[in-house]
């Protein structure tokens, strides 16, 4: 365990002084990030000068909502979603052969190597617009709740993680998986949804089999109206079961790389 | 002098049928993002529905449900056929990776050379997805009921082209930037994300307050999606129809100067090693 630590620790290390080159790049792409979550901001505010209540949810808590569905992405997008990206060029390409031989689990390695540190910046953003809403919906303070919702936020990323993972696994058979990841900044719009707008087939798809609606939904209902046993325990429950089976489908698909001109 | 618009509009003509054949090559890749483009979609139709469920039936801005749920449909289509996808990304490579230079050697007008390649690869993709794109528009038809479809559609399909020439000569001079920026990404996201906002691809710009929506109606981020759409649905009416093409114009002619300008800044300080 202290191996793959500090082997993740030196990944860390060696991208941020990767990215350190490039600073301009760097603050570039904080303010991208910043301006697509400010977008979602003003759209909110845009439906609230005429609304009072959305689904139940109210401005602060719509807010709230949006604010940990950016949170759950950006801490995904820092740690594991550029490494998803890469995987089918790793395997057009033939460069997961490096990977392989390797004394570490593969998997570990193709979703830890890289790391985007300026979605830490806008982490600390999302947490920030976060405290605020909680401050203005007003919540009572709680250090348990508090402390769920920072946990409930981890299997978010995880299940995010899982997901995209059994996808970018698909290009193992097909060359060009570009596609899924332009697909799943689509999906990053559903998670930040309320829930209980979505009726019928979807909303059961996107509830129970593709949890979208719970990433965000189920932390920022912890925050707002306390722990939950039920909808928590779904969540562990399906981050397991998703995490198990992208591990599996990951090395099923390793059984059919061919490597390429080496 | 005929004989050399004849050349010119053979040579382009090929060009255009190479993109076609280049762009077939990603077809699945387009179905891909076509069906993805639905997720989204999805999202609108659940929560526009929760949105009116509260509101009055008026409440926005004289839009209802089925109104608003046609606003968003007609900008899937809108998207589809006009907007550019990666053209940025291709055109910034070109120019660092050198090859431009071939185009440089020979008597092809960039500029040009890129617009046929733009329109192939819509033609292309417009193919692909009018069956995904087709489906859905069946299925909601309801939602275009009230619309006076024999009266807009005309303005509506000449705004659409403007929106398509709009969006290529703003991605074109931003695609520019590639003679003084190593990467682009995040300068084109960042406009990407104005050109979404008031543009009017998140919400319609109507429902805005007026000082807001009547600054945005003389920005050139309007005449790329607000405005074929509101033409359409018919909320853009009278003088402002024949105002809004004039002002969609204006800005594709400034933002053609604009790239113009760049394209001839960049390449006296473009250099190609190798090629």
Known sequence: ?262 | MTSVIQQQAALYTRIFSLGMQNSLVYRWNFLVRAIAGFVPLLGSVFLWKAVFADADHEAFSGYNYHVMMAYFLSLIVLDALTSPVEDDFAIASDIRDGRISQVLLKPINYFTYRVSLFLSSRLVYAAVVCIPVGAMLIFFRDYFDSIPMARTLPYALLAMIGSAFLQFTITYAVAMLAFWLLEIGSVVFIIFSIEFLAGGHVFPLDVLPAPLYAICRWLPFAYEYYFPVGLFLGRIQGDAIWQGFLVQWAWIAFFYLVGQALWRRGLKRYTSVGN
Not at chain 1, 85 to 95: F, Q, S, V, Y
Not at chain 1, 168 to 197: C, H, I
Request: glycine share 4%.
């Open chain 1, 1 to 262: 365990m202290s191996r793959y630590l500090h082997i993740w620790l030196a990944q860390m290390r060696y991208s941020l002084a990767r990215e350190m080159q490039f600073k301009g790049n760097f603050i570039l792409w904080i303010l991208v990030e910043f301006l697509w979550f400010a977008l979602q901001l003003a759209f909110i505010g845009v439906l609230y000068f005429n609304v009072k209540e959305i689904a139940g949810w109210s401005r602060w808590q719509m807010v709230l909502l949006i604010s940990t569905s950016h949170l759950v992405q950006q801490l995904f997008q820092a740690f594991v979603m550029i490494n998803c990206m890469n995987l089918p060029e790793l395997i057009r390409t033939g460069k997961l052969d490096f990977f392989l031989a390797q004394p570490v689990s593969t998997r570990f390695l193709v979703s830890t190597r890289a790391f985007e540190p300026g979605s830490i910046v806008n982490c600390l953003m999302a947490l920030i617009v976060s405290a605020y809403a909680a401050a203005k919906i007003p919540i009572p303070f709680s250090v348990f709740n508090i402390t769920m919702y920072l946990l409930l936020i981890v299997l978010g990323v995880l299940v995010h993680c899982s997901f995209m993972m059994m996808l970018m696994t698909l290009s193992f058979w097909m060359t060009r998986a570009q596609g899924f990841v332009n697909a799943y900044y689509n999906l990053f719009q559903l998670a930040r949804l309320p829930r209980e707008a979505f009726k019928g087939v979807a909303g059961v798809i996107f509830t129970w089999f593709i949890p979208m609606l719970l990433v965000a939904n189920v932390p920022a209902r912890t925050l707002i109206d306390g722990f939950g046993w039920k909808e928590t325990s779904y969540l562990v429950a399906i981050t397991a079961v998703m995490f198990a089976a992208s591990g599996r489908f990951f090395n099923f698909g390793l059984r059919h790389y061919t490597s390429a001109s080496s």
